[in-house]
């Protein structure tokens, strides 16, 4: 079956240090990959996406890149900010169209101190 | 675009009775809408999903007599959690899908009811 696998929290970071949190999936076919951020108390907001094989996905500094042959999706972002803390969900989608389910990760809680 | 909003935010009630929370989108049609529900520190777990006018589907192991989900109209889906217990404290989240558009099949979330039974 699909599934997605993160690497487990909490990563601790201080302000501008780099960031890569790690995401693997398995799935049939060819999915849709995403990375949504969810600040406290609030819902998930899609941080970013790739629909193929070696897209780049990116958005406020973020990027994760589709690797086929690795089957990851691994976030990154050069220089963080306190801002920045919240938990990261890694998911794929097995198709573009028509209705399809999420499948998530279990999330990875990011803390940054000042 | 693609705002979906969630009433209420929170909600305390007593154990044995019925909670109803709604979920909006507001600035496009919804024809299928989804409920999470999400346990601390952990992902989400899909409930059910609704399509505009039909019976909701739930996943295994939901029970569908104690989440009753209705999705009206294209903007609003209801879920009411009925004859509440402490178990079903959690925090409900839903999302919003069109078919349309350049938005079409994304998944679009609420910002999420904090319920808590007493």
């Known amino acids: 079956g699909n599934s997605v696998t993160q690497m487990e929290g909490p990563v601790t970071l201080s302000e501008e240090a780099f960031l890569t949190i790690n995401c693997t999936y398995t799935a049939t076919g060819y999915p849709s990959l995403f990375w949504y951020v969810q600040y406290p108390g609030e819902g998930l907001q899609l941080l970013l996406k790739a629909t193929k094989a070696d897209d780049k996905g990116s958005n406020k500094g973020f990027e994760a890149t589709y690797r086929k042959e690795t089957t990851s999706f691994h976030l990154e972002k050069g220089s963080v900010q306190v801002s920045d803390s919240a938990v990261y969900f890694c998911a794929l989608r097995r198709s573009n169209t028509g209705f399809q389910k999420l499948v998530f990760g279990t999330g990875t809680r990011l803390l940054v101190s000042p | 675009g693609a705002v979906v909003s969630q009433h209420p935010s929170w909600v305390i009630c007593k154990s044995g009775t019925s909670v109803k929370i709604e979920c909006r989108s507001l600035d496009f049609q919804a024809t299928t809408m989804f409920w999470y529900r999400q346990f601390p520190k952990q992902s989400l777990m899909l409930m059910a999903t609704?399509?505009?006018?039909?019976?909701?589907?739930?996943e295994q192991g939901v029970e569908k007599d104690k989440f009753l989900i209705n999705h009206a109209s294209l903007t609003l889906s209801t879920l009411t959690v009925t004859s509440a217990h402490p178990e079903d404290s959690s925090f409900y989240i839903c999302?919003?899908?069109?078919?349309?558009?350049?938005?079409?099949?994304?998944?679009?979330f609420g910002p999420g009811t904090r319920l808590t039974v007493t």
């Open positions: 609704s399509n505009e006018g039909s019976k909701a589907t739930y």
């Open positions: 999302s919003a899908m069109t078919p349309n558009g350049d938005i079409a099949y994304e998944q679009y």
